[in-house]
């Protein structure tokens, strides 16, 4: 009997030891719920996935309208599977980051404003355009924790659709955001309008959009010649936002490639 148990110990130890953060049901595991009231009194909501490397750089998510930050669970587990070596003992090319994802204002969880409850259907445009404020009160409370030792001079923000919009507005009230990637921005969202924040940001820039999204494609076409610093995607179909990295492999495999070159 005990020579029974000893063993069952072990293969239950044994199936620990394979668990890695690759697997999308350990990924929820690892995401740490964190909270804030921002300026105006609304508790916003965003997960941390905190990176097993030390000082490492800080990937911000940012959802496109209707969507939460589950939307990007896909990419975050492609991610970890591009950078995690697959040979054990194999040193990694690259640190895998510290990965904040958003449920913006009036989606999924940060609807409480005060004492009242929001939803973006019935957002006005003043306040989605609170959007840029909410993501830089966000990441500066993240630098500060010092729980966590995050790179502050590599910061990376990805977003789509009004989150694109979103996320290059973010650098101009954030330091050292090296990189920004924009899947199926529009020229106007909800009035966040994202071309003077594209001619004056100095890093790197992908823009990405579906032929077939008539308004995002063509908007990502006149976008992308603001910025020299810019790579412009048009893939064939119709997908908007998170869904044309989720639906095409290519596609994933090329952002995570472009974002590692």
Same mark, same amino acid.
């Given at each position: 009997?005990?020579?029974?148990?000893?063993?069952?110990?072990?293969?239950?130890?044994?199936?620990?030891?394979?668990?890695?953060?690759?697997?999308?049901?350990?990924?929820?595991?690892?995401?740490?719920?964190?909270?804030?009231?921002?300026?105006?009194?609304?508790?916003?909501?965003?997960?941390?996935?905190?990176?097993?490397?030390?000082?490492?750089?800080?990937?911000?998510?940012?959802?496109?309208?209707?969507?939460?930050?589950?939307?990007?669970?896909?990419?975050?587990?492609?991610?970890?599977?591009?950078?995690?070596?697959?040979?054990?003992?194999?040193?990694?090319?690259?640190?895998?980051?510290?990965?904040?994802t958003f449920d913006l204002r009036?989606?999924?969880?940060?609807?409480?404003?005060?004492?009242?409850?929001?939803?973006?259907?019935?957002?006005s445009p003043e306040d989605f355009?609170?959007?840029?404020?909410?993501?830089?009160?966000?990441?500066?409370?993240?630098?500060?924790?010092?729980?966590?030792?995050?790179? *502050? @001079?590599?910061?990376? =923000?990805?977003?789509? $659709?009004? #989150?694109? !919009?979103?996320?290059?507005?973010? %650098? &101009?009230?954030? *330091? @050292?955001?090296?990189? =920004?990637?924009?899947? $199926?921005? #529009?020229? !106007?969202?909800?009035?966040?309008? %994202? &071309?003077?924040?594209?001619?004056?940001?100095?890093?790197?820039?992908?823009?990405?959009?579906?032929?077939?999204?008539?308004?995002?494609?063509?908007?990502?076409?006149?976008?992308?010649?603001?910025?020299?610093?810019?790579?412009?995607?048009?893939?064939?179909?119709?997908?908007?936002?998170?869904?044309?990295?989720?639906?095409?492999?290519?596609?994933?495999?090329?952002?995570?490639?472009?974002?590692?070159?």
């Amino acid at each position: 009997m005990k020579a029974t148990v000893m063993i069952a110990i072990i293969l239950l130890l044994a199936g620990t030891m394979v668990a890695t953060p690759n697997n999308q049901a350990n990924l929820k595991l690892h995401q740490q719920e964190i909270t804030i009231k921002t300026a105006d009194n609304l508790k916003l909501y965003a997960w941390l996935t905190p990176s097993p490397d030390k000082h490492a750089p800080l990937y911000v998510l940012l959802p496109m309208m209707g969507r939460t930050h589950t939307s990007y669970n896909d990419f975050i587990k492609a991610l970890y599977d591009k950078l995690t070596p697959s040979d054990t003992g194999k040193k990694a090319m690259h640190k895998i980051p510290n990965i904040l994802t958003f449920d913006l204002r009036g989606h999924g969880k940060s609807t409480t404003l005060g004492k009242a409850t929001i939803g973006f259907r019935s957002m006005s445009p003043e306040d989605f355009q609170k959007y840029p404020q909410d993501i830089q009160e966000m990441i500066t409370h993240i630098l500060n924790d010092t729980t966590y030792d995050i790179d *502050k @001079n590599n910061i990376v =923000v990805i977003g789509a $659709s009004i #989150g694109a !919009n979103t996320a290059i507005m973010v %650098p &101009a009230l954030v *330091k @050292n955001v090296k990189q =920004v990637v924009m899947l $199926s921005p #529009g020229e !106007n969202y909800r009035s966040l309008e %994202p &071309a003077n924040y594209l001619k004056k940001y100095q890093g790197k820039v992908l823009i990405c959009a579906s032929e077939e999204d008539g308004y995002a494609s063509e908007s990502s076409k006149k976008l992308a010649k603001l910025n020299n610093n810019c790579t412009l995607k048009i893939y064939p179909g119709s997908n908007h936002g998170t869904n044309i990295i989720n639906n095409h492999p290519q596609t994933m495999t090329y952002l995570l490639d472009w974002l590692f070159k």
